[in-house]
């Protein structure tokens, strides 16, 4: 007799789907943070590359709000619940609280070290999704990761100077 799998809503396996969904609230938790200390940035960031910085950290916020939003709505999709509170945020992300950053080399180097977290928790989340067939979250993080690479190739290259 063949054991009945329990499927959700959109054809996946539930308990693989289930643990695909906390390791996204877990990349939403670092996103949070990531979005928050760009803030601080755009905020607080002061010297000779003021004006390009300023801009350049709400264009890296901006961009963060839209995928927190997207990953959020995967963790929906699947069958559950987005992470959604400050608590929960600050317990799971590894991603720490950047405060009263002023300077524009500790503020790229935050900004490079962060998305470095935050690739290697997408490409952990690949393989979870790989095993589950779940083609949705592989093609947004896949997108993700392609654009991220790119970021850190130039933060790191800005920081050459
Ligand atoms: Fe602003």
């Not at 004006?51 to 839209?66: R, S």
């Not at 608590?87 to 002023?102: R, T, V």
């Amino acid at each position: 007799m063949s054991k009945i799998k329990s499927i959700t809503q959109i054809g996946l396996d539930s308990k693989q789907s289930e643990a695909l969904a906390s390791e996204l609230n877990v990349l939403l938790a670092n996103y949070q943070l990531y979005y928050q200390n760009t803030r601080g940035l755009h905020w607080n960031i002061k010297g000779k590359h003021f004006f390009e910085l300023h801009v350049k950290f709400e264009e890296i916020y901006t961009d963060a709000q839209l995928k927190i939003d997207l990953i959020a709505e995967r963790v929906l999709t699947l069958g559950f619940t987005p992470m959604h509170t400050f608590s929960d945020y600050l317990k799971n992300a590894k991603i720490k609280e950047g405060k009263n950053i002023a300077d524009a080399k500790t503020a790229v180097e935050l900004i490079v070290n962060s998305l470095q977290t935050i690739i290697l928790l997408e490409r952990n989340i690949l393989k979870t999704a790989g095993k589950l067939n779940d083609e949705g979250t592989l093609t947004l993080l896949t997108d993700f990761i392609t654009q991220q690479e790119k970021e850190i190739w130039m933060y790191s290259s800005w920081l050459k100077q």
